[in-house]
């Protein structure tokens, strides 16, 4: 499956965006799909997931501004990201992996989109 990240942007603190990832090839459907994010010299990191049966995952720092979901008409995944922070400043990328792996891990997943810069200005 190929991924295409998109929706990145300047913002400002409070602010908002919406990330989409559109997959071609199988349907998003059998996959788990994972956003992560990459700040300047850091670790990429978990930031949400969805697996194959709807259910969502958030690490602890975006709970509660952060909400992914899937459109698999479009075969797209969103991430509306609201109350913007600059701490959410980083290269945001989604990926996929096959159903029952670990969301969390980063390594698990197979396949993965281009990055797409978000830039947080307090």
């Known amino acids: 499956v190929q991924l295409q990240a998109s929706g990145g942007g300047l913002v400002q603190a409070g602010g908002s965006l919406r990330l989409s990832c559109a997959a071609s090839?199988?349907?998003?459907?059998?996959?788990?799909v994972g956003w992560f994010r990459q700040a300047p010299g850091k670790e990429r990191e978990f930031v949400a997931a969805?697996?194959?049966?709807?259910?969502?995952y958030y690490v602890d720092s975006v709970k509660d501004r952060f909400t992914i979901s899937i459109d698999n008409a479009k075969n797209t995944v969103w991430l509306q990201m609201n109350s913007l922070k600059p701490d959410d400043t980083a290269v945001y990328f989604c990926?996929?992996?096959?159903?029952?792996?670990?969301?969390?891990?980063?390594?698990?997943?197979?396949?993965w989109g281009q990055g797409t810069l978000v830039t947080v200005s307090s």
């Open positions: 990926a996929a992996e096959p159903p029952f792996r670990n969301y969390k891990v980063l390594n698990d997943y197979n396949f």
């Open positions: 969805i697996t194959w049966n709807g259910a969502a």
């Open positions: 090839g199988r349907p998003f459907s059998s996959y788990t």
